[in-house]
Structures are given as C-alpha cells and as structure tokens.
C-alpha cells in the first residue's frame, strides 16, 4: 500500500533578494539547522531583535565578524512559524527580516542592494573629468572589461537600417551617470561605405570609437558610443 510523506519538502535552492534601505526581507530559515545570511558588497555589523526570556522557545541571531554574514539559529522547540528581527549594515542600510521557520535542510539567503551597483558605478566615474570618464568607458567596452557597479546588459535587438548601414544593439554598459553601448554595423549595399562619427554620434554623445573608417560591401565593423544615461538613446 502507498504511503504519503507527511514531511515538508526540502528547499534546497539558495535565495537571491534584492533590497532598498529600510525594506522588508522575507524569507525561510531551518528550524533544525543554522541558516545564513550574506550581503553582496556590504556587510552586517549589528543585529537588534526582541528576546523571549526563555533559551528553548527562542532564536538565535549570531554576526559573524570576519565576512560579516549573520547565522540564525531556530530550535526544534520554537513555538512560533516565524522570526523576526532588524540588521544594519557596515555602508548605513537597515533591513527587517520577517522569515518562515521550517524543518529543512541549512539555508541560504543572499542580499543585493541596486543602491550599492550605482555608488560603485559614481566612484569609478567620478575618479575622472566625464570627458575623461567616456574615454575611460570606451576603452573598457573594447576590451569586454567588467566595471565595478555598472551593469552589462547583451542584446538581442533587431538591427535596423539607415540607407544601406545596418545597425544593431550588441550590449549596454550601464552606470550612474554614464551609458556605453556597443554597435554592430554592416554596410548592406554594393558600393564601400564611410563612416563618419558626426553621423552616428546622437546629440550629447561623450565619446565615440568606430573599428573601421570605411566598410567594403557586406563587412562589418563595432562602434562604440557613450553618452549620458537616462538621456541617451539610439534608434
């Protein structure tokens, strides 16, 4: 005779967050085991919960000094499904954490903060003139150079056509101020094609590098163009 598992379903997948300051975070920690909590770019450096006064129907939140992960700890006896607690960070943000305490296996949760990408993004820009920083931005995308705090986004736009020039978005390099994208172009026609960078460029352009001055019928080049984000665009 079949039998059914009155057991709960293991969670064995780690949990990605995304969190603004003061955000509330929910989550599913063990009621068996240690469950942990890292910051992606920050760290904790306190956490303040409300203690019950009595060891076997409490948790446990323990800050970890050296990565600056916190390990919540939830005995078998706790009565309640659920914890609950605040955690401030080494960069000033303050999270609530209202969390399912389940018999499963050791969790995991990691946090990002969107407002650390963009800080990150700001400090790297900021270390030149924006003219300086475009250029910066420019030699970084031709050599597919990772940027702290700037998001890279790939492609998969249709090209479109200006006369016989085709062009296609391959990838946006995003930041706080500045917005770098990367153009595939391909001369469609039967005659060779000059490229010049006053037609390419969009108003307010920064900084702007085409691989090949002139293309041959049917050869492709990349051009790389940075402008202001939020502002720039190309169609």
């Known amino acids: 005779m079949a ?3 009155l057991l709960p379903s293991p969670a064995f997948a780690d949990q990605y967050k995304q969190a603004a300051d003061n955000a509330r975070i929910e989550c599913v920690v063990s009621k068996q ?3 942990r909590i890292a910051l992606v770019g920050d760290q904790f450096a306190s956490v303040s919960k409300i203690s019950s006064g009595t060891p076997y129907n409490d948790f446990a939140v323990t800050n970890e000094p050296v990565r600056g992960d916190i390990y919540i700890s939830v005995p078998v006896t706790y009565a309640a499904g659920s914890i609950s607690f605040f955690a401030t960070t080494k960069k000033g943000f303050v999270y609530k954490f209202a969390c ?10 990691f946090i990002s903060n969107p407002a ?11 270390q030149t003139r924006p003219d300086q920083s475009a250029v910066r931005l420019i030699q970084a995308m031709a050599t597919d150079k990772t940027i702290d705090g700037f998001e890279i986004r790939q492609s998969a736009s249709p090209a479109a056509r200006v006369g016989n020039l085709e062009i296609q978005l391959i990838a946006e390099y995003r930041g706080a101020s500045l917005l770098g994208k990367v153009l595939r172009l391909t001369n469609r026609g039967k005659k060779p094609l000059p490229l010049a960078e006053r037609d390419l460029a969009p108003k307010d352009t920064l900084a702007i590098s085409i ?23 190309h169609d």
């Open 116 to 126: 650390l990408a963009k800080s990150d993004a700001a400090n790297w820009e900021n």
């Open 100 to 109: 399912k305490a389940e018999m499963i296996e050791a969790q995991q949760l």
């Open 211 to 233: 691989g090949e001055p002139s293309l041959a019928p049917g050869a492709s080049t990349t051009a790389l163009i940075v402008g202001a984000n939020g502002d720039y665009d």
């Open 3 to 5: 039998t059914a598992s």
């Open 33 to 35: 085991e240690l469950s």
